[in-house]
């Protein structure tokens, strides 16, 4: 993709990412104008009829005060302010505030690495980075790339023991596996395999990112990044299986 093309259609998604204030049976909402231009994390909120029950805004059943008296941020559905929820989705969503309090933030800064396109031999040192609106995958070298995340099939994560002679390729084959990544653990994320189809391709691209030996210091963003990336394809499974 050319920089001219990557400008015209960077000017065009500003102009869709407008947001809008809406209220909503469970609370208040900054949704985007455009639903089809929504992030690809995002849950769709369930529907219920307001009564004398309590209702879990996250998953929509019906409880008890008693069971159903928590209110905690949610963020995948856009609540500007923290919503009741019963004690089983509370835990799921504490767990989803790591991602948007550091996670998306590491993603959006970017890291740097060596891309490989399909089946070529040469390698591009780019910057891999999250677009503002969470839809996007931009990559900025020589070359320029937007891979649309809707469009992601297929994360596979490699990473490498830190035993002498270890190494294990852990893969995240169509966001249904999972596997613990540690940036001070026993395995560092090294790399990436990204499988996506561009929009109207029959076939499906393949990239490799390699992380930057330039310095540690890179190396050590990279694979913090990475690890990133993969609780953001964790998110994406399930906003799919959702």
């Not at 790591?98 to 891309?115: I, P, R, W």
């Not at 089946?119 to 900025?140: G, H, I, P, W």
């Not at 490699?158 to 995240?172: A, M, Q, R, S, V």
């Not at 996506?196 to 890179?218: I, W």
């Amino acid at each position: 993709m050319s920089s001219s093309s990557v400008a015209t259609a960077g000017g065009a998604a500003l102009r869709r990412d407008g947001k809008k204030l809406v209220r909503s049976p469970s609370g208040l909402r900054m949704v985007p104008e455009h639903r089809a231009f929504g992030s690809p994390f995002g849950l769709d909120e369930p529907q219920w009829v307001p009564d004398k029950e309590h209702h879990c805004r996250r998953c929509g059943k019906c409880f008890c005060d008693k069971c159903c008296s928590k209110k905690v941020p949610l963020p995948r559905m856009c609540f500007v302010d923290p919503v009741r929820q019963c004690a089983e989705c509370v835990l799921v969503s504490q767990k989803e505030m790591e991602f948007y309090d550091k996670q998306l933030k590491v993603l959006m800064n970017g890291a740097t690495f060596c891309v490989t396109l399909g089946t070529s031999e040469e390698s591009e040192l780019m910057v891999c980075r999250l677009s503002n609106n969470q839809r996007y995958l931009f990559l900025d070298g020589d070359s320029h790339y937007e891979i649309e995340i809707a469009q992601i099939s297929t994360v596979q994560i490699l990473t490498e023991g830190f035993t002498p002679g270890e190494k294990d390729i852990h893969t995240y084959t169509s966001l249904l596996e999972s596997q613990h990544i540690t940036e001070g653990g026993n395995t560092r994320a090294t790399g990436m395999l990204l499988q996506y189809k561009e929009p109207g391709a029959q076939d499906v691209t393949q990239m490799k990112f390699t992380a930057s030996e330039d310095s540690n210091s890179n190396k050590k963003q990279s694979a913090t990044w990475l690890a990133a990336m993969h609780k953001a394809a964790k998110l994406l499974y399930e906003s799919r299986d959702q």
